[in-house]
């Protein structure tokens, strides 16, 4: 029986659609996962017939960040004081996508899947997605943007908050501190996203990428520099945790995460 795709991307008239597919580890960013975004996206950077792209997850996750599980078995980026060995860059392949790439949130995007989400242009959100940074937590710092990201998009004070408590943030908080644009149902989801992104092709493909490119370069002013102060204290930090403190951590987010979502009013 062959095995089922960790990710599907689907193209039609212009847009490609990356979903995630680890449902059952709500997404979960497995190696295999990374290699596979990764590939995807420098492929779809050289496809001439696709002009924007909408990244979503299977299932209720949107996407769990990095598989500690994975981690805490030694087969990660981290663990055990080794430095990262070939692991695909995920930004700097989303980022060589020049079209715009819309985040279609279905659910939780957590640590990892925060910055997944982070890394696209705009954000859609059904009600059901939440968001949490619980790099604290776990004892590993960001290296994908988020302490960079996170402050522009909702503020500094907002971004302490999340970061420094590893809390959910609801998908309608998320709308009014302005991370995501609207916020909708799940059947409306996937629709939206793709009227939002046919809206966007009905521009003149130079005009639209070129319009992105240089949205991005003024916002970036001084922002590339803490990117590169975030790489190299994270790196140094990163390299000092072990496996064993991964997996004794991951245990107590997950049991953290479980009580806040049963807390929650229906």
Partial sequence: MPTESVLVVERDLGIATVTLNRPNAMNALSRELRAAIADAFVTLAH?????????????RAFCAGLDLKE?????????????????????AAMAGFAGPILG???????????????????????????????HARV???????????????????????????GNFL????????????RVVTPAELLPVTRQLARDMLSVPDTALRS???????????????ALGTERALSGAANRAVTADAVEKARIGVRARGQNQVRSEPS
């Fill in 47 to 59: 496809d001439v017939e696709v002009r924007a792209v909408i990244l979503t997850g299977a299932g």
């Fill in 71 to 91: 981690l805490g078995s030694g087969a990660g980026p981290v663990g055990g004081g080794r430095a990262p060995e070939r692991d695909p860059d995920l930004m």
């Fill in 104 to 134: 279609a949130i279905n659910g939780v995007a957590i640590t990892g899947g925060f910055e997944l989400a982070l890394a696209c242009d705009v954000l859609i959100a059904s009600t059901e997605a939440r968001f949490a940074d619980t």
């Fill in 139 to 165: 004892g590993i710092m960001p290296g994908w943007g988020l302490s960079v990201k996170l402050a522009r998009a909702i503020g500094v004070s907002r971004a302490k908050e999340l970061s420094l408590t």
């Fill in 170 to 181: 609801d998908a309608a908080t998320a709308e009014k501190w302005g991370l995501v644009n």
């Fill in 211 to 225: 319009y992105k490119r240089i949205i991005d370069a003024g916002f970036a002013l001084s922002f590339g520099e």
